[in-house]
């Protein structure tokens, strides 16, 4: 029977018949890409039969709570496992999470320490398995079966984290899953370390694991280990953490299987029911007591990593009753060959870390802390990119738009009249590390990244200065390692780790916290290299609060045609422990020094050869002439900024060599200087009519909407253009092209090219 012949009778088919159908469709099905209707939701499951019928058996508040505490308790104790027995160097950093789901796939209780962007976007490759692979004859989902996965299509944020996903039942039903996620690195991408920005197409990105079955009885499948291990540069790495995340579901399971054995599955069952309902009712009622109004905001990357350009985040947050709306039209369209861009998960496990890190820490990490805040999109944006658009890099465009965010939020935090919460200015939010990869001096292939990108100034708060580089914004119990053990293993020295950067300020009433430098130079390999992968080198990626001022512009530094290390045995006096100096002193004769956009290829490295980048600092609140002068003379004397410069910024007048200030003329200075303010102001009407311009400018490559009309996306010039809601291609041309061309077009001018003089 095929849909023909029932349409052709004139009535609706039969359940046998629809079913045939459905059988026969899913039997021809060509390819289970990642499915839309998975992807794009990131609300909770509606209620099963089963989950009914537990809370109507057990509902008791002091019941839910005591097993709630045990399941999360084995959370954090699958934590510690991961943590200290991975092997992946993001295991031993913290950039890990474990958790329990629901049998529908929700994630409801995870762990509290490590990576909690995943808490709202882990749960989709469960849903796939459940949808396609539950009742597949040929697949199944069975006691002692284990899933990974990795492909951010189906779920996570990029294609460095996998995870292990193990189903558990109780007297053959399923009851909820376990699963353990770890930010592995190493993939196989067409760079070392699994982030490639070289990335021209999903196919350059190495391991595109769908979730699929790896094993069987409690045990690793040998034949699927040995292909994943020879699918990338470090198969002790691949086996190594399987194992980990395996046993560390294996204890979560032993802890819920002592639930089950105490207080039954249907306990089991409505904790992790009620505890996901609960909290999303309580987000609604939390969103209902803030201000109804809309707030617009924006932040710039200044570059794909492989070119400088001005590429938009867009963001309108709208509060209306208990709906809270995060609206990103208007963002740059989707680069089709460049790796910046996100599937839409990915921004969504942002925006859940803005409220589970900084504005509702308090609530129990998982779902259904985001499930009922909205996000809208253009679709084949840089925010919610097609699935044939590379990835890889998603942090760039998911942590300008977790800051475009967290600005906007403040502002309302600021307009509640009972807070319960600080107004909190934007964290810095680049990963400035070093990825590396290459033969080690032992002989192993490697490829990973150095700790330092779990390290970003704080904002600054309503009433204190931001923490100095200490945790990232994605994981805020996260740690930043230890340099000297990773250098037992790879052969490369930071001769400068985790030393504050000199005037890398965000200036205020209250100023951001400050991120450190990194030189790293390799040593003991002639077949060794770096990458970079972060923005900020032309225009912050981050805006100030009320007043306060973003952080400036670091680029990448090289030294060459040097070898530091005979320079600290022969003449160390000539190393010297800062950017600043070693850029601007050039202490080593005969070197090249030159400066970088932050988005560096991997890049092959001498002996000796300095590598140098610096972090930026979180963003400053409030006017920084508000600033009292004792924490600028504090500042200057814990070496966070220079006294030319605090003089300069904050209008203070002190004795250079005693710091001591004088408060009177210090007074008179910043009186002064509101006066130049109020001088130099112009009405706002009068502004706009000089400032605002009908088109993006033409000097530069500008990428999304251009001021109110976010119909319109601008794509690299005022004459290309695209109607947000109908997608086209977004080329860029390759780099080393646009070099050649103006090579040839020089050699042209002094007709060098076998025709005229230009």
């Given at each position: 029977?095929?849909?023909?012949?029932?349409a052709?009778?004139?009535?609706?088919?039969?359940?046998e018949e629809?079913a045939?159908?459905?059988?026969?469709?899913?039997?021809?099905?060509?390819?289970?890409g990642?499915?839309?209707?998975?992807m794009?939701?990131h609300?909770?499951?509606?209620?099963?039969?089963?989950?009914?019928?537990?809370?109507?058996?057990?509902a008791?508040s002091?019941?839910?709570?005591?097993?709630?505490?045990?399941i999360?308790a084995?959370?954090?104790?699958?934590?510690?496992?991961?943590?200290?027995?991975g092997?992946?160097p993001?295991?031993k950093?913290?950039?890990?999470?474990?958790?329990v789901?629901?049998a529908?796939?929700?994630?409801?209780?995870?762990?509290?320490?490590?990576?909690?962007?995943?808490?709202?976007?882990?749960?989709?490759p469960i849903?796939?398995?459940?949808k396609?692979?539950?009742?597949?004859p040929?697949?199944?989902v069975r006691?002692?079966?284990?899933?990974?996965?990795n492909?951010?299509?189906?779920?996570n944020v990029h294609?460095?984290?996998?995870?292990?996903?193990?189903?558990?039942?109780?007297?053959?039903?399923?009851?909820?899953?376990?699963a353990?996620?770890?930010?592995?690195?190493?993939n196989?991408?067409?760079?070392?370390g699994g982030?490639?920005?070289?990335?021209?197409?999903p196919?350059?990105e190495?391991l595109?694991?769908?979730?699929?079955?790896?094993?069987?009885?409690?045990?690793?499948k040998?034949?699927?280990?040995?292909?994943l291990?020879?699918?990338v540069?470090?198969?002790k790495?691949?086996?190594?953490d399987?194992?980990?995340?395996?046993?560390?579901?294996?204890?979560?399971?032993?802890?819920i299987?002592?639930?089950?054995?105490?207080?039954?599955?249907?306990?089991?069952?409505?904790?992790?029911?009620?505890?996901m309902?609960?909290?999303?009712?309580?987000v609604?009622r939390?969103?209902?007591?803030?201000p109804?109004?809309?707030?617009r905001t924006?932040?710039i990357q200044?570059?794909?990593?492989?070119?400088?350009c001005?590429v938009?985040?867009?963001?309108?947050?709208?509060?209306?009753?208990d709906?809270l709306?995060?609206d990103f039209?208007?963002?740059?369209?989707?680069?089709?060959?460049?790796?910046?861009?996100t599937i839409?998960?990915?921004?969504?496990?942002?925006?859940?870390?803005?409220?589970?890190?900084?504005v509702?820490?308090?609530?129990?990490?998982?779902?259904a802390?985001?499930?009922?805040i909205?996000?809208?999109?253009?679709?084949?944006?840089?925010v919610?990119?097609s699935?044939?658009?590379p990835n890889?890099?998603?942090l760039?465009?998911?942590?300008?738009?977790?800051?475009?965010?967290?600005?906007?939020?403040?502002?309302?935090?600021?307009?509640?009249?009972e807070?319960?919460?600080?107004?909190?200015a934007?964290?810095?939010?680049m990963i400035?590390t070093?990825?590396?990869?290459g033969v080690s001096?032992h002989?192993?292939?490697?490829g990973?990244?150095c700790?330092?990108?779990?390290?970003?100034?704080a904002?600054?708060?309503?009433?204190?200065?931001?923490?100095?580089?200490l945790?990232?914004?994605?994981?805020?119990?996260a740690?930043?390692?230890?340099?000297?053990?990773n250098?037992?293993?790879?052969?490369?020295?930071?001769l400068?780790?985790?030393?504050?950067t000199?005037d890398?300020?965000?200036?205020?009433?209250?100023?951001?916290?400050?991120?450190?430098?990194?030189?790293?130079?390799?040593?003991?390999s002639?077949?060794?290299?770096f990458?970079?992968?972060?923005?900020?080198?032309?225009?912050?990626?981050?805006?100030?609060l009320?007043g306060?001022?973003a952080?400036g512009?670091?680029?990448?530094?090289?030294?060459?045609?040097?070898?530091?290390?005979?320079?600290?045995?022969n003449t160390?006096?000539?190393f010297?422990?800062?950017?600043?100096?070693?850029m601007?002193e050039?202490?080593?004769?005969?070197?090249?020094y030159t400066?970088?956009h932050?988005?560096m290829?991997?890049?092959?490295?001498?002996?000796?050869?300095?590598?140098?980048?610096s972090?930026?600092?979180?963003a400053?609140?409030?006017?920084?002439l508000?600033?009292?002068?004792?924490?600028?003379?504090?500042?200057?004397?814990e070496g966070?900024?220079?006294p030319e410069v605090?003089?300069?910024l904050?209008?203070?007048v002190?004795?250079?060599?005693?710091?001591?200030i004088?408060?009177a003329?210090?007074?008179?200075?910043?009186?002064?200087?509101?006066?130049?303010?109020?001088?130099?102001s112009?009405?706002?009407?009068?502004f706009?009519?000089?400032?605002?311009?009908?088109?993006?400018p033409t000097?530069?490559?500008?990428?999304?909407a251009?001021?109110?009309?976010?119909?319109?996306?601008?794509?690299?010039?005022p004459?290309?253009?695209r109607?947000?809601?109908?997608?086209?291609?977004?080329?860029?041309p390759?780099?080393?092209?646009?070099?050649?061309?103006?090579?040839?077009?020089?050699?042209?001018?002094?007709g060098?090219?076998?025709?005229?003089?230009?």
């Open positions: 029977m095929n849909d023909m012949s029932i052709g009778r004139g009535k609706l088919p039969s359940a629809a045939l159908v459905r059988k026969f469709l899913n039997d021809t099905t060509l390819f289970l990642p499915d839309p209707e998975i794009q939701n609300d909770l499951m509606p209620r099963t039969a089963d989950e009914e019928e537990a809370v109507a058996k057990v008791d002091h019941i839910i709570a005591k097993i709630r505490d045990r999360q084995g959370c954090d104790e699958g934590y510690e496992m991961v943590e200290q027995m092997a992946a993001g295991a950093w913290g950039d890990v999470i474990t958790g789901y629901s529908s796939g929700d994630l409801a209780i995870a762990s509290a320490g490590g990576v909690l962007i995943f808490s709202a976007l882990v749960h989709h849903k796939f398995i459940i396609n692979w539950m009742n597949d040929t697949v199944g006691e002692g079966d284990g899933f990974i996965h492909d951010s299509r189906y779920g294609n460095t984290d996998q995870s292990m996903i193990v189903p558990i039942f109780h007297k053959g039903k399923l009851v909820c899953w376990v353990s996620t770890v930010h592995e690195g190493e196989g991408a067409i760079e070392p982030m490639p920005s070289m990335a021209e197409s196919s350059d190495g595109k694991m769908s979730p699929f079955r790896v094993v069987e009885n409690y045990q690793i040998r034949d699927i280990l040995t292909f291990q020879n699918s540069r470090e198969p790495l691949q086996y190594e399987m194992k980990v995340k395996l046993f560390a579901c294996l204890r979560i399971k032993q802890r299987e002592e639930t089950l054995n105490t207080d039954g599955p249907e306990a089991l069952v409505s904790t992790l029911r009620l505890t309902e609960n909290v999303r009712a309580e609604k939390r969103i209902s007591e803030w109804d109004m809309t707030v924006y932040i200044d570059s794909t990593l492989r070119e400088n001005v938009k985040i867009n963001c309108k947050l709208t509060k209306t009753g709906r709306i995060f039209r208007g963002s740059a369209p989707e680069f089709t060959n460049r790796a910046t861009n839409v998960a990915g921004l969504k496990g942002m925006l859940a870390q803005v409220f589970l890190c900084y509702w820490p308090d609530l129990p990490r998982g779902q802390a985001f499930a009922p909205e996000v809208i999109t253009d679709p084949h944006s840089i919610n990119c699935y044939d658009a890889s890099q998603s760039m465009s998911i942590f300008t738009g977790f800051t475009a965010g967290q600005h906007a939020v403040a502002k309302f935090l600021y307009s509640c009249p807070k319960f919460t600080k107004v909190h934007p964290t810095f939010n400035n070093f990825i590396w990869g001096q002989g192993e292939t490697l990973n990244l700790a330092d990108l779990n390290g970003m100034g904002g600054a708060t309503v009433d204190r200065d931001g923490e100095h580089a945790a990232p914004i994605f994981a805020t119990m740690d930043i390692g230890e340099q000297e053990l250098e037992e293993e790879v052969p490369f020295l930071q400068v780790s985790k030393k504050m000199r890398a300020i965000a200036p205020g009433k209250y100023r951001g916290g400050q991120g450190y430098t990194m030189m790293v130079a390799t040593k003991d002639e077949q060794w290299g990458m970079t992968t972060c923005q900020g080198a032309k225009i912050p990626p981050l805006q100030g009320f306060g001022y952080c512009c670091y680029p990448l530094s090289k030294v060459k045609g040097v070898d530091v290390y005979d320079v600290l045995q160390p006096e000539k010297k422990h800062s950017i600043e100096e070693i601007n050039q202490p080593f004769e005969g070197a090249s400066t970088h932050m988005g290829g991997f890049e092959i490295s001498k002996r000796g050869e300095l590598f140098m980048i972090q930026g600092a979180g400053g609140y409030g006017d920084l508000e600033r009292d002068p004792r924490g600028v003379i504090k500042d200057i004397e966070l900024i220079s605090a003089a300069r904050y209008k203070m002190f004795d250079p060599e005693t710091l001591a004088d408060e003329a210090t007074e008179a200075a910043r009186a002064a200087e509101r006066k130049a303010r109020i001088a130099r112009r009405p706002y009407c009068e706009v009519k000089d400032w605002s311009k009908p088109t993006p000097h530069l490559q500008y990428f999304g251009w001021g109110d009309d976010v119909q319109t996306l601008y794509m690299g010039s004459q290309k253009t109607d947000a809601e109908t997608p086209r291609p977004n080329y860029m390759h780099p080393k092209d646009v070099r050649i061309a103006e090579l040839e077009a020089r050699l042209a001018a002094v060098a090219m076998g025709g005229e003089k230009q």
